[in-house]
């Protein structure tokens, strides 16, 4: 069964940056996508970024673009988020979810639901005060 365990978050001022970590375990982490999604307070969990299982491509939310990178490292079964300039509008939950994809993942309309998305992590709390 796979295990996503996500490190980071926490409170930072607007402007600063933050590094989101998700460890994929129980299965070949190469075999899957890894995408990121958000949830603030009284709202629907929001995607934000993805990454293919090779890392050759990679998608964003129009909102985060410029300001968030997302990445993959194989060997250590890791995926990244980082976050640059980060605003208060980023503020809320951060969700880790991969999905198995070998040859690549969805079509971007797909990556970005929710629903589409096989495993999830607990969530990381980030917090940016203005």
């Known amino acids: 069964q796979v295990q996503l365990d996500e490190s980071g978050g926490g409170l930072v001022q607007a402007g600063d940056s933050m590094r989101l970590s998700c460890r994929l375990s129980g299965r070949t982490f190469s075999n899957y996508g890894m995408g990121w999604f958000r949830q603030a307070p009284g709202k629907e969990r929001e995607f934000v970024a993805a990454i293919a299982s090779t890392g050759d491509s990679s998608y964003y939310a129009d909102s985060v673009k410029g300001r968030f990178t997302i990445s993959r490292d194989n060997a250590e079964n890791t995926a990244y988020l980082q976050m640059d300039s980060l605003e208060p509008t980023d503020s809320g939950v951060y969700y880790c979810?991969?999905?198995?994809?070998?040859?690549?993942?969805?079509?971007?309309?797909?990556?970005?639901?929710?629903?589409?998305?096989?495993?999830w992590g607990k969530g990381s709390q980030l917090t940016v005060s203005s």
């Open positions: 979810a991969a999905d198995y994809a070998p040859r690549g993942l969805p079509h971007t309309v797909v990556i970005k639901l929710a629903d589409s998305w096989d495993y």
